[in-house]
């Protein structure tokens, strides 16, 4: 079984919806218990062998930079590529194809947090050509419905409407691509929402038959979109 060493975490974002608490800081820089985001998902990927990262950046991108630095500190080395036009997920994923060259990637977005271990199943990667984690039980229509079949991806809804079928697993915000999701990017069409979305290029691949398999995340996850998510983290015990 082949192991990735290479990640590409997407922390452009401002993050309009933590209002005052971003007006300085990129959304991923936000601390939880003392913590910037970015900085636990950058050791946990460490943690399980990831040597080098991309760190996608856009506003207040100086604010990262000066704190990740080379990623020396960290035990890996860490690059960095600039979201210009914030356009969705699906084109800021082609910022990272030089770096990722050949080589499969972890993609996460900045603002998941999950314990070091979740990074494991993600990491491990053969015989795939994608890795997409779940959840179960959390509101899919706040993100995306995912629908599996023996442990592999068969469907991907974002955001289902009321009314049409669902699933109960829950998009986690965390992958593991090989190189062929920038086939899938490059041809990307606008999305209702008027943003090229990854969901579509991830639903493609499942469209043409090839295998993305369904990782359900254990332990602790936690997408911190909003004051609400990041107030109740802080006072967890």
Same mark, same amino acid.
């Given at each position: 079984?082949?192991?990735?060493?290479?990640?590409?975490?997407?922390?452009?974002?401002?993050?309009?919806?933590?209002?005052?608490?971003?007006?300085?800081? =990129?959304? =991923?820089? /936000? +601390?939880?218990?003392?913590? =910037?985001?970015?900085?636990?998902?950058?050791?946990?990927?460490?943690?399980?062998?990831?040597?080098?990262?991309?760190?996608?950046?856009?506003?207040?991108?100086?604010?990262?930079?000066?704190?990740?630095?080379?990623?020396?500190?960290?035990?890996?080395?860490?690059?960095?590529?600039?979201?210009?036009?914030?356009?969705?997920?699906?084109?800021?994923?082609?910022? &990272?194809?030089?770096?990722?060259?050949?080589?499969?990637?972890?993609?996460? *977005?900045?603002?998941?947090?999950?314990?070091?271990?979740? *990074?494991?199943?993600? /990491?491990?990667?053969?015989? @795939?050509?994608?890795?997409?984690?779940?959840?179960?039980?959390?509101?899919?229509?706040?993100?995306?419905?995912?629908?599996?079949?023996? %442990?592999?991806?068969?469907?991907?809804?974002?955001?289902?409407?009321?009314?049409?079928?669902?699933?109960? *697993?829950?998009?986690?915000?965390?992958?593991?691509? +090989?190189?062929?999701?920038?086939?899938?990017?490059?041809?990307?069409?606008?999305?209702?929402? %008027?943003?090229?979305?990854?969901?579509?290029?991830?639903?493609?691949?499942?469209?043409?038959?090839?295998?993305?398999? &369904?990782?359900?995340?254990?332990?602790?996850?936690?997408? @911190?979109?909003?004051?609400? @998510?990041?107030?109740?983290?802080?006072?967890?015990?």
């Amino acid at each position: 079984m082949s192991r990735i060493t290479k990640a590409v975490v997407l922390a452009a974002g401002r993050g309009t919806r933590m209002k005052e608490l971003t007006d300085e800081l =990129p959304k =991923p820089m /936000v +601390s939880v218990k003392g913590t =910037p985001i970015l900085e636990s998902i950058v050791r946990g990927l460490v943690a399980n062998g990831i040597g080098r990262i991309l760190l996608v950046v856009g506003w207040r991108k100086e604010v990262i930079v000066d704190h990740f630095g080379d990623g020396s500190a960290y035990g890996c080395s860490i690059e960095y590529a600039e979201q210009v036009v914030q356009d969705g997920t699906g084109r800021v994923v082609d910022l &990272a194809r030089d770096f990722a060259g050949e080589d499969p990637f972890v993609l996460s *977005y900045g603002d998941i947090l999950v314990p070091p271990a979740a *990074y494991g199943p993600l /990491v491990d990667f053969s015989g @795939v050509e994608g890795k997409l984690s779940v959840k179960i039980d959390e509101d899919v229509r706040k993100g995306g419905a995912v629908f599996i079949e023996d %442990g592999r991806v068969v469907g991907l809804v974002e955001k289902p409407p009321e009314g049409e079928p669902t699933s109960p *697993y829950y998009n986690a915000g965390i992958y593991s691509f +090989s190189p062929r999701i920038f086939e899938y990017t490059a041809r990307l069409e606008l999305s209702p929402r %008027g943003e090229y979305e990854l969901t579509d290029a991830i639903a493609a691949q499942v469209r043409d038959g090839l295998r993305i398999e &369904a990782v359900e995340l254990v332990g602790d996850w936690a997408d @911190v979109r909003d004051p609400e @998510v990041l107030r109740e983290l802080n006072e967890a015990e």
